[in-house]
């Protein structure tokens, strides 16, 4: 081990199966020997979602549906009984209503866009200030995002000013507890075959694209963003904070 995470404390929101990024990082913050608290959106997901918190022994299994009120405060309580403490915080939800996912940015709703920030960014937001108080020694907070963000990708379409927003929060988070020893990260992986990625249309054409483009021709694994976020964790990137970390085979330095 490079690295060790043992005896510390993470929470694991958005795994949905086992092509999950969310998943992906679960393992690789368990295999470096952190505790686990992990949700799943609700009583449908559940099934698919709780043998995988079993598989890695996760000691807090609990629905988080961040639309539905009280539901994010009955997680932070759980934690705060159980452990005390929270060493570090991984968000990797997102959502769109699909009519507005699909059509022009001009055109989306206000009621979509509202919903799509809401879900995607203010609730990362929410579980930034309630593990704040349990990161009692410093922390780590981690969100996923896209190049979609920086850059104009076909079919994107709205989620490019979502991610956008949720990079910008990001930083400004780092800067606001810095001073606590806090530090905050997005990563960034090239398009994965994940189940929230095939609500974008023609998702199959940007995959082969994106191989084509990258210098490496290989597109970024689950297991890829999960070492990154392990490391993040890491005592070794205590001094690393407000970045977006770019995890895609070189896709992104292609013009």
Same mark, same amino acid.
């Given at each position: 081990?490079? =690295?060790?995470? !043992?005896?510390?404390? *993470? ?8 092509? /999950? ?8 913050? &368990? ?11 609700? *009583?449908? #997901? ?8 079993? %598989? ?21 309580? %759980? ?12 968000? /990797?939800?997102?959502?769109?209503? &699909?009519?507005?996912?699909?059509? &022009? ?7 979509? =866009? ?5 879900? /995607?960014?203010?609730? =990362? ?11 009692? %020694? ?36 780092? #800067? ?32 082969? #694209?994106?191989? #084509? &483009? ?15 976020? *392990?490391?993040? *964790? ?11 970390? !770019? ?9």
């Amino acid at each position: 081990m490079l =690295f060790s995470l !043992e005896g510390q404390k *993470a929470l694991i929101v958005g795994i949905a199966n086992e092509h /999950s990024i969310a998943w992906g990082c679960a393992k690789a913050l &368990r295999e470096q020997g952190a505790d686990l608290a992990i949700t799943y959106l609700n *009583a449908k #997901a559940e099934p698919h979602v709780r043998p995988l918190a079993e %598989e890695l022994g996760a000691e807090i299994i609990l629905p988080l549906d961040v639309s539905q009120p009280g539901q994010l405060e009955a997680v932070f309580d %759980e934690i705060t009984a159980r452990w005390g403490r929270l060493d570090t915080l991984l968000h /990797s939800i997102a959502f769109a209503p &699909r009519d507005d996912l699909h059509g &022009r940015v001009v055109d989306c709703s206000a009621e979509g =866009f509202t919903m799509a920030m809401d879900v /995607s960014v203010h609730s =990362f937001l929410r579980m930034i200030r309630q593990a704040e108080p349990l990161m009692h %020694e410093g922390g780590t907070c981690l969100t996923v995002s896209f190049f979609g963000s920086v850059r104009v990708v076909k079919d994107y379409n709205m989620m490019g000013p979502v991610k956008a927003a949720l990079e910008s929060a990001v930083r400004y988070t780092a #800067a606001e507890l810095g001073e606590k020893g806090i530090s905050v990260h997005a990563l960034s992986p090239g398009p994965l075959k994940t189940r929230a990625a095939s609500g974008i249309s023609h998702f199959d054409e940007m995959l082969n #694209a994106a191989a #084509a &483009r990258a210098p490496m021709h290989v597109l970024a694994s689950i297991e890829d963003v999960g070492g990154m976020a *392990a490391f993040l *964790a890491s005592p070794q990137a205590r001094n690393l904070t407000g970045g977006v970390h !770019e995890i895609d085979g070189g896709y992104s330095i292609i013009a």
